[in-house]
């Protein structure tokens, strides 16, 4: 089973930025989508965004549309993603997963057999 590691969270202003950095115990880059989650205290997880294996198709949730962007290096096994102009509803545990991948097209949807890494924190306040 594939196991994922989140990395680059913090705690930063509003209006500022962070890249975090998922990478995978073993990585099938033909193979794999991969979206980001997340999860604020007190809520569920939520799909943020998503990236087919390729790099050729992202989406992203409309509250991070135009703020947040999805790339991946597959030399380098890992996905990131740039968040930029961020704000205080964007606190939250971050995480990735390999998600499903629709007519070459990434989805926001996991396998069954996901399991959740430890995720990174972000924390945006003044």
């Known amino acids: 089973q594939v196991q994922f590691v989140e990395s680059g969270g913090g705690l930063v202003q509003p209006g500022g930025s962070l890249r975090l950095s998922c990478s995978a115990s073993?990585?099938?880059?033909?193979?794999?989508?991969i979206g980001w989650f997340r999860q604020a205290p007190g809520k569920e997880r939520e799909a943020v965004s998503c990236?087919?294996?390729?790099?050729?198709?992202?989406k992203y949730e409309d509250s991070v549309k135009g703020r947040f962007t999805v790339s991946r290096d597959n030399i380098k096994n890992t996905v990131y993603l740039q968040m930029n102009n961020l704000k205080p509803d964007d606190t939250a545990e971050y995480y990735c997963?390999?998600?499903?991948?629709?007519?070459?097209?990434?989805?926001?949807?996991?396998?069954?057999?996901?399991?959740w890494g430890q995720g990174t924190r972000v924390t945006v306040s003044a």
């Open positions: 990236i087919n294996a390729r790099g050729t198709s992202t």
């Open positions: 997963a390999a998600t499903r991948t629709v007519q070459s097209m990434c989805t926001m949807t996991t396998f069954p057999e996901n399991a």
């Open positions: 073993e990585w099938s880059s033909d193979y794999y989508s």
